[in-house]
């Protein structure tokens, strides 16, 4: 059997563009595109995905790999990838936000740990956060919902050099104000509890100076943000569902033309 160059690049186009989309977004998400996950199994990963997907998807246009057009379709499929696990990045961004508030207003600011996700050193309590996000993040069938996605854009997005517009990348800077609301409202219920707790001691040194605060006042922040952390867990469970539903939703809108 013999093939040409042009069929041979057809047949190559069927599978290169999805897996330059693909690669692109398991290379951003919070799950699987840590430094925790060797490179070798995102790579086959992304070629799992890319066998399973690939022939479900619409047709591709004809477009010779080795030229101008195909450097520019490439760029778009590694863009479109790259913005959908950047949306979930920053889900994940607002949970490390509020660990660092409350770190700070328990006492807890000195005592952090370098992040294997990102290689910088963050609050414990952000760890905790982001541990107990990817877990409901897997339960929750987080990478099915992403699969979906992943297939609805190639229909909202077809392969081609169209790239996104620029309504969709001032979208996707303007959605970066719900990382700050979402890790707001996260921290708020634990800060105020620890705010009266403050309260309660200036008052307290107020009426006994001699009462030493900083032997006393620490231990007690410490065990009130503690238990405050596993008072507000279920709510901490909702809030972060609702940021998860809230950035599954702005993908297809980024994506359409």
Known sequence: MQLSSAEIGGLLGIYLWPFLRIGGMLFAI????????????????????????????????????????????????????????????????ALVMAGEYIAMSMGLGFASLVDPANGVNVPVVSQFYVIVATLLFLALNGLLLLTHLLLESFQLLPVGIDLLGKDAWWTLVTWGSHMFIGAVLIAVPIVSILLLAYVALGVMTRAAPQLNIFSVGFPVTLMLGFLAMLLTLEGFSSRFQQLLLDGFQLIPVLLQR
Not at 38 to 46: D, G, H, K, S
Not at 54 to 80: M, N, R, Y
Request: net charge positive.
């Open 30 to 93: 919070p799950v699987f595109g840590t430094r925790m996950m060797p490179v070798r199994i995102r790579i086959m990963l992304t070629l799992v995905l890319t066998v399973v997907i690939a022939p479900v998807l619409p047709a591709s246009p004809d477009i010779d790999i080795i030229s101008l057009t195909g450097v520019l379709t490439a760029i778009q499929q590694l863009l479109a990838g790259l913005v959908m696990g950047f949306v979930l990045q920053m889900v994940f961004s």
